[in-house]
């Protein structure tokens, strides 16, 4: 079976703090594809990042980070100095091979304060 | 064009009707997906067309029904609905189908279509 796991509902912040926002998985498949989505009180969803299990390099976008480990089957995503802009809904996701059975963690509401 | 364009922005509509959602995107990719997300819960996908072809369906009612005319376009067909399938149903589209191994994939959401069945 798999599973995704956001264990924190909400994190505050403020302004220019580093966030790291915590996402453990559990599949059974060998090939497998992670990912990070952004949702903002708008409410359209914005992918940020995919990822394959082969793929164990760590990936810096501008102030966004994301650090696989296999090994503790987690996908961390860190905001380095957040910005108000970032107060949002992530969600870290896990699909099998072929994409198939795509499973969403119950999501990370971030609020950045001024 | 990076945009994914979805009409209607917002329906309302009674368990007897039949509606579609419409979804397209000029970005020449050969995967598009229909999400259903409600109310402060993730989103769950829905159906994946890869080229054209219907090649993930999550399980989804009948109730709903895809379509994919062209590489630009993807409807989803509505049709004795329940209150329960009230929600926001969104669609995205990518460069990557499902399952392609090592190449960098973005996908790019629509704003999404409002429902509200009655």
């Known amino acids: 079976a798999q599973k995704v796991t956001q264990a924190q509902t909400e994190i505050s912040v403020v302004e220019k703090e580093d966030v790291t926002l915590d996402c453990v998985y559990e599949?059974?498949?060998?090939?497998?594809?992670l990912f990070w989505y952004k949702q903002p009180p708008s409410g359209e969803l914005v992918f940020l990042i995919r990822?394959?299990?082969?793929?164990?390099q760590n990936e810096i976008s501008g102030r966004y980070s994301w650090n696989f480990q296999k090994s503790t089957s987690s996908f961390n995503f860190t905001i380095t100095a957040s910005q108000v802009v970032d107060s949002a809904v992530y969600f870290c996701?896990?699909?099998?091979?072929?994409?198939?059975?795509?499973?969403f963690g119950a999501g990370t509401r971030l609020f950045v304060k001024a | 064009d990076t945009e994914v364009t979805q009409t209607p922005k917002h329906l309302v509509m009674g368990m007897t009707n039949k509606k579609s959602l419409k979804c397209e995107q000029h970005?020449?990719?050969?995967?598009m997906y229909w999400y259903k997300q409600k109310a402060k819960k993730p989103p769950e996908l829905m159906f994946v067309?890869?080229?054209?072809?219907?090649?993930i369906n999550e399980s989804v009612p009948s109730r709903f029904s895809p379509e994919c005319p062209n590489s630009s376009l993807l409807n989803l067909h509505l049709h004795a609905l329940q209150p329960e399938d009230s929600a926001l149903y969104l669609c995205?589209?990518?460069?990557?189908?499902?399952?392609?191994?090592?190449?960098?994939?973005?996908?790019?959401f629509g704003p999404g279509t409002r429902l509200l069945v009655l």
């Open positions: 996701a896990l699909s099998g091979t072929g994409g198939f059975k795509t499973i």
């Open positions: 067309y890869s080229y054209e072809k219907l090649s």
């Open positions: 990822r394959n299990s082969f793929d164990e």
């Open positions: 599949t059974r498949d060998t090939t497998y594809y």
């Open positions: 995205a589209s990518s460069h990557v189908p499902p399952g392609r191994t090592g190449e960098r994939e973005t996908q790019y």
């Open positions: 970005m020449g990719h050969r995967a």
